[in-house]
């Protein structure tokens, strides 16, 4: 399980960096009528498209699509031609399926007045990679950026999005957080920015909903008891409360949803305010709770470790503190020795493993790239942490979480500047070596 979690926060690092811009810069809306049957595995999508740019458009904008979609329309005011290549290379070998879909704007439009591009395509998605985490079946569906339902690209930064999903009526919808359903149509609605567009159908759906500490959060199950439910949601909620206190709770108010998705090959995955969960069954989180609280915990303490660019080696300072985070949270509940075991399993891991500073954080191609990416980001950089907060207590380490977090420390640059501000030069110098060196 733990290799296709780490191969999946890899995908996901890569899409959210080639999709990156801040949230105070949002400048995109979709608008998406969707007819799903999960039967015929047909999917249909009028999207209407609202670009604010915040600076002027290029000649040419750059989207992705799956593959199978038939194009019915592309059209706008300002639009001069488009082109869907569906014989070109992969647009990355993080979405097999994905095809270029180029838009060519009128050489005299205004390139900074926003621009509406209705975008309407139809097909039955039947083709994904093995281990893909999107697939569309007659049991279950689940859309997503890694079988790319929607124009997504570089141009879009991160969106908000609203749904009118059409479907059999024997299938249950969910996205993030809460739903409407009226007349047939399912309703949904994302106002927090994000660069992607999950939305999950099956019979057998159900929504479990509850508050704690000023948080609301949404499990959508599809298999489980309600009994496990209500210990998954609960857990979460405790992870949530401990992370707010020891890294600040300016989260509170926010909407958490966590998916099940019955799914055995793909891995976990997170966005913002989202966790999906695959592999789950009633006995395996009783018999191997840890071990899902580990996932859990792992993705919702990305919601505070998230700052840095996930592109460079850089990073560990996302990737390495969330592990961290979630290792200080299986000590608190299965004690001290669940978390040595959790230290001594990421020591054997990381032997004739490059040290963290400069290493190639991009090179996934190679065949030893995945296996040193998870080590640095998911085992090295968790034991550096270990030894630091063993130096400067568990309490001064959180104190440290909780001022980075305030002061969105995104460089490791800046991490050291404030080590050394709160522990002294020795202690920065000391740190600057281990991860220079170990």
Avoid at 40 to 63: C, E, G, W
Avoid at 309 to 336: Q, T
Avoid at 359 to 381: C, H, M, Q, V, W
Wanted: aromatic content about 12%.
């Amino acid at each position: 399980m733990k290799t296709k979690i780490v191969l999946s926060l890899i995908l996901l690092c890569f899409l959210s960096q080639n999709n990156a811009h801040s949230s105070d810069e949002v400048s995109t809306h979709f608008k998406i009528a969707l007819k799903l049957n999960p039967e015929s595995q047909h999917i249909y999508v009028n999207a209407n498209l609202r670009l604010n740019p915040d600076k002027p458009l290029p000649d040419t904008l750059n989207f992705s699509l799956h593959k199978q979609f038939t194009l019915l329309k592309v059209a706008g005011n300002g639009i001069h031609d488009f082109m869907f290549d569906k014989e070109a290379p992969p647009v990355s070998v993080f979405m097999r399926e994905a095809r270029p879909l180029t838009i060519i704007l009128d050489k005299n439009i205004n390139r900074n007045q926003p621009l509406d591009i209705v975008f309407e395509y139809e097909g039955a998605i039947t083709e994904w990679p093995e281990n893909s985490a999107n697939v569309v079946t007659e049991d279950w569906v689940e859309l997503g950026l890694y079988l790319p339902w929607f124009p997504s690209g570089f141009i879009c930064g991160y969106f908000t999005y609203e749904i009118e999903a059409e479907c059999d009526p024997a299938y249950q919808l969910r996205s993030y957080g809460s739903y409407i359903k009226t007349n047939g149509t399912w309703h949904f609605e994302r106002t927090i920015p994000d660069f992607d567009i999950i939305l999950v159908a099956s019979k057998s759906l159900k929504t479990m909903e509850r508050e704690s500490g000023g948080y609301r959060v949404f499990f959508h199950y599809e298999s489980l008891q309600d009994k496990t439910a209500e210990s998954l949601s609960n857990d979460l909620a405790n992870i949530l409360d401990d992370y707010a206190t020891w890294f600040g709770k300016d989260k509170k108010g926010e909407i958490f949803t966590v998916i099940q998705s019955p799914r055995d090959k793909g891995g976990d995955y997170a966005r913002k305010g989202l966790i999906v969960l695959s592999g789950l069954t009633d006995e395996k989180y009783i018999t191997q709770h840890e071990q899902f609280v580990r996932n859990l915990g792992h993705e919702a303490a990305h919601f505070w470790w998230n700052m840095a660019p996930a592109y460079s080696w850089e990073d560990w300072l996302n990737e390495s503190f969330a592990e961290y985070s979630v290792l200080l949270m299986i000590r608190k509940m299965f004690g001290a020795e669940a978390y040595d075991k959790w230290i001594a399993d990421k020591k054997a891991t990381v032997k004739n493993i490059p040290p963290i500073w400069g290493f190639d954080r991009n090179n996934t191609t190679a065949s030893e790239g995945p296996d040193i990416i998870e080590a640095n980001l998911y085992s090295k950089g968790p034991l550096l942490l270990h030894q630091l907060s063993s130096r400067i207590g568990d309490e001064a380490f959180k104190r440290l979480c909780h001022e980075m977090v305030r002061t969105c420390v995104s460089s490791t640059d800046s991490f050291l500047s404030l080590l050394e501000k709160n522990h002294g030069s020795e202690t920065r110098d000391w740190f600057e070596d281990l991860l220079k060196s170990y």
